[in-house]
């Protein structure tokens, strides 16, 4: 089955530091991935369509220059979250399309935990 | 190995009929589920939620039933639209861990 790969799986980083989050599909082509994040026992926030070889899409109410998108393969797309601070703090969980936007098969990363000290 | 599954990858329901949708788990650890909605080219949106303390909460149309005993839990839709047509997700998590585990997904075809 597809299967998608976030790296890494957790991540502590002191307040003010950037830190990347990697989310990969392993043996399928996406050109669209989603980013969300999730706080504790409560949903999922979509913040971002991701595509490849173009712009991300976000999310009302989520700031494109802190959370940064780079989509530059059909197999990586990159979170980095710039500055962060101990409210960045939470749970971020990719996902894959695997036959482009428009199919509704999706694949979750297994989500990378970041904490800002 | 799959810790949560949905076993049917689709089901078609008349409009107006109930469509039930099936989620197993097999981690006893875990004490809170979800179910989730996506519709084609979007990120999946929440639906509904149940804590492991209760074993049916409803929130207009849908309900979800969790069986602990059978490590099983389903979401009902009566009556069913048009609207409903797409992909749902089961998810479920672990005590004190905000990371949550899905399945592969059901899809729902409401048929006219």
């Known amino acids: 089955g597809a299967v998608v790969s976030q790296h890494p799986s957790w991540v502590i980083c002191k307040s003010g530091t950037s830190v990347k989050i990697e989310c990969r599909s392993l043996?399928?082509?996406?050109?669209?991935m989603f980013w969300y994040r999730q706080f504790p026992k409560q949903s999922l926030m979509l913040m971002a369509t991701?595509?490849?070889?173009?712009?991300?899409?976000?999310e009302q109410g989520v700031e494109k220059d802190k959370f940064l998108i780079n989509h530059a393969s059909l197999t990586l797309s990159t979170l980095t979250v710039t500055s962060a601070h101990p409210e960045d703090s939470s749970f971020y969980i990719c996902?894959?399309?695997?036959?482009?936007?428009?199919?509704?098969?999706?694949?979750f990363g297994p989500g990378t935990r970041l904490t800002v000290l | 190995d799959q810790q949560v599954k949905q076993n049917s990858p689709s089901l078609s329901v008349q409009e107006g009929r109930i469509s039930i949708l099936n989620c197993d788990y097999t981690?006893?650890?875990?004490?809170?589920f979800l179910w989730y909605k996506k519709y084609p080219a979007e990120g999946p949106t929440f639906l509904i939620s149940?804590?492991?303390?209760?074993d049916k909460n409803e929130d207009g149309r849908f309900t979800v039933f969790l069986n602990k005993s059978a490590k099983h839990l389903s979401l009902h839709i009566v009556p069913s639209q048009p609207g409903d047509s797409a992909v749902y997700f089961c998810?479920?998590?672990?005590?004190?861990?905000?990371?949550?585990?899905f399945g592969k997904g059901t899809r729902l075809h409401i048929l006219p």
């Open positions: 043996d399928f082509q996406a050109t669209t």
């Open positions: 991701s595509n490849e070889g173009s712009k991300a899409t976000y």
């Open positions: 149940i804590s492991s303390i209760k």
């Open positions: 996902s894959a399309s695997r036959n482009g936007p428009s199919t509704d098969t999706q694949y």
């Open positions: 998810a479920a998590s672990a005590n004190g861990d905000d990371k949550i585990i």
């Open positions: 981690n006893s650890m875990f004490d809170y």
